[in-house]
């Protein structure tokens, strides 16, 4: 795997990111390339991750683990974190929200402290 410390969280490829809504929910949609990782972060809330296809390896405070799509796991709120893309994967987050501004979802549930 070619994969450069500099490179985490971040994406010389377009990570494809789509954005679904319903009521109070939010699903952020990407694709993650063989090799990347979506860097180290934690959220405010409780949710859902689903890996529909691929293969990656999932990084906490409490584990590392593998996983083959179809997969969906439970973060808890204030859990670090990240995924790396063993394979092409195509990833969903699902969020409980009422925030419906892309510009602003993040700012949301991403967990800064």
């Known amino acids: 795997m070619t994969y450069l410390k500099e490179l985490e969280g971040k994406f010389d490829v377009d990570p494809q990111v789509k954005h679904h809504f319903s009521d ?4 952020k949609e990407m694709v993650i390339p063989k090799g990347y990782i979506a860097g180290m972060h934690k ?3 409780s ?3 689903i890996l529909a296809s691929g293969r990656a390896l999932i990084k906490t405070d409490e584990y590392n683990k593998e996983v083959v799509a179809p997969y969906c796991l439970n ?3 204030e859990t670090h974190h990240q995924i790396e893309a063993l394979e092409d994967c ?5 969020h409980s929200t ?16």
Do not use: G, P
């Not at 109070?24 to 699903?27: E, T």
């Not at 195509?90 to 699902?94: A, G, K, P, S």
């Not at 009422?98 to 402290?113: A, F, G, W």
């Open 24 to 27: 109070n929910l939010y699903a």
């Open 43 to 45: 959220h405010v809330f």
């Open 47 to 49: 949710h859902l991750s």
């Open 75 to 77: 973060i808890i709120a």
């Open 90 to 94: 195509v990833w969903f987050c699902i």
């Open 98 to 113: 009422d925030e419906t501004d892309v510009s602003k979802v993040d700012e949301v549930l991403i967990s800064r402290s």
